[in-house]
């Protein structure tokens, strides 16, 4: 009797647990789903989880890339630029996250700051050579 109490209230416990951890980090399962399935949900659930996702003090590449592209599909530049700037603190010298920041700057038209990743970008690349 006493095990099968014990084993009743470990399950109890456990699902507790699990919906606990489901209601905290709701945004980042969320995240978890590829970007093309992200785009065929509603855009302000996007939106609330990614502004959710980004107040975190960390993130994964994977969640920021998701975020990033999820942003661009559904027109959001702000929410794509903050992704990518949060995604290039992570890996600066990627020369590809620059441009992919690059082009939401100039989409959001903010050229000027695009205009320097791009030029930083090239000189970056030639200096290599």
């Known amino acids: 009797m006493t095990t099968s109490r014990f084993l009743i209230a470990l399950a109890i416990a456990m699902l507790l647990q699990g919906s606990v951890f489901a209601v905290q980090y709701r945004d980042l399962l969320y995240f978890r789903q590829p970007a093309s399935a992200i785009v065929r949900d509603d855009p302000a659930t996007f939106e609330a989880n990614a502004h959710a996702a980004l107040t ?45 920041l690059g082009d939401a ?18 000189r970056s690349g030639s200096e290599k050579q």
Do not use: C, M, N, W
């Not at 920021?64 to 949060?86: H, M, V, Y």
């Open 56 to 100: 975190r003090r960390k993130l994964t590449r994977h969640h920021l890339d998701t975020i990033a592209t999820a942003a661009e599909r559904f027109g959001k530049p702000d929410i794509q630029i903050s992704a990518l700037e949060r995604r290039l603190e992570l890996d600066p010298k990627e020369a590809h996250i620059r441009l992919q």
């Open 105 to 122: 700057l100039r989409r959001a038209g903010r050229l000027d700051e695009a205009e320097r990743l791009y030029t930083d970008v090239i």
